[in-house]
């Protein structure tokens, strides 16, 4: 610890007496130092112990002792050393009194002491106590690094919680907690996962001090990575600010733990690239080979039911009213490293879960397009759900640009319905009619199974269709409006009931060979015969595209 007035006091050679504020002795001195000014405060920066001999000071005066002490306790001086046997044999009564009154220390110091004496004292237990935390922090990072090697980040909260003499927690990329230590700060770390958020939304390398919660303590937050967006974060919880030895430990925990990230990058994208090879063999319909090279990395993924889930990242409102003029793309930055990117967002969001819940998953990026494969019913699927239900949550209910995918564009996911190896191929052509089918409708997610059970009426919520519908009914309608018939309506009465002329007659309130008539107009106008059923299938989806109101 650093030097006290306590530790000056007891010091043999020095011979100090102690004249007033007894009780304020264990305040650290972080120097010393001489002034005969009459007002030394503009050059103090707190906790020094001040020597004087009152050279220039009337120290016999109680009312200007009293306003000299004050303003040296307002400085934050810690101490005065009054050398007697040079201006004033003893210390005036004035001074004593006045140093009573405002709590500061008082020390009388004996003619055959030199205030250089007192200095060299406090430079070297200042030293001294510096070597030490030097020599502690050193202890701590050869600590630290073993534990990290033989037990993982694990071992290594549990060492830094015990160098700090407080708690760890490790957050992954989503903010979740991974590790804490000791065991039973695994809440008080849980609490503090929205500051972990905020944090990440800086570029590494990042840090804040928040209050812990319930104000039960100060807790240091770190991010982790050297990417523009962290790829972890650590939170160091203590009952105080921590002193140099224990700084040294965190510092220490940062970069073990960020050589730890870096590495397990370096890893997941190998991973990713055997994932890529994984799923083409499964595409191509060669399971055997599939599983022959993913060996043990996928578990039994290849196994079990499984979904196909293909993402894209489409241009946002933004970023379509601004689009440049067509130029060449650059190569794409890694996922995790791009701002505003919804693709990588999913992707951690995925990975995290899958992580927690202890289930393999195969995440493979192509470009501006995320592919994943992920069991069914697992917490990997569960996630990317929940994740598009937030941000089609955030779309509807207005939200910045920012929530809803940003200059990075818009996420639109396409999940396949369950699926085995043999059957890869067809869930990616499903996970793909359902990713399109979400773009054209202005969805975040759409599952597959939901076309089947849907209608088939919004997949003509389509430019393309009512461009294609307006083009074949515009005969009709121009007939229509120059007030010679209703073949339009005619037409779908007469379709709606299947051809029967009666009913369809009874429904308009005309006769059926007034009926018969329309129908043959319709033929001549549009050059078609309604005994086609394909003819009578696209003007039924002509009419139901174009007059919505009706259907």
Known sequence: MPPTLASLVHHSALKLTVRAGEDRLDVPVRWAHVSELADPVPYMEGGELLLITALKLDAEDPEAMRRYVRRLVGAGVVGLGFAVGVNYDEIPGALVEAAEQEGLPLLEVPRRTPFLAISKAVSAAIAADQYRAVTAGFAAQRELTRQALTDGPEGLLGALAAQVDGWAALYDASGSVVATAPEWAGRRAARLTADVQRLRERPAPASSVVGGPDNEDRVELHSLGTGRRPRAALAVGTAAALGTAERYAVHSAIALLTLTTERSRSLHAAEQRIGAAVLRMLLAAEPDHARAVAGDLYGDLLDAPFRMIVAESVPGPAARAHAPLPQAKPAAAPAA????????????????????????????????????????????VAACTEYAAALEGGRQAGAPESATGGEGGELVVGLSAPSGPIGASAAYKQAEQALSVARRRGRVCVEHEQLAAGSVLPLL???????????????????????????????????????????????????????????????????????????????????????????
């Open 337 to 380: 490293d791009r701002g505003g990117d919804p693709l990588g967002a999913l992707a951690e969001a995925v990975e995290s879960a899958a992580a927690r819940a202890g289930e393999a998953v195969l995440v493979v990026p192509e470009g501006e397009r995320l592919v994943v494969l992920a069991a069914d019913g697992g917490a990997a």
């Open 461 to 551: 919520a389509d430019d393309a269709v009512r461009a294609f519908a307006d083009g074949l009914l515009r005969a009709l309608r121009e007939h229509d409006a120059t007030g010679r018939g209703d073949l339009v309506a005619s037409l779908r009465a007469w379709l709606s009931r299947h051809g029967q002329w009666d009913a369809a007659a009874a429904d308009l309130g005309v006769h059926r060979h007034t009926l018969r008539y329309r129908m043959r107009r319709v033929e001549e106008i549009l050059g078609r015969s309604l005994d086609d059923p394909d003819v009578r299938m696209e003007l039924w989806l002509a009419l139901k595209a174009t007059s919505p109101e009706q259907n």
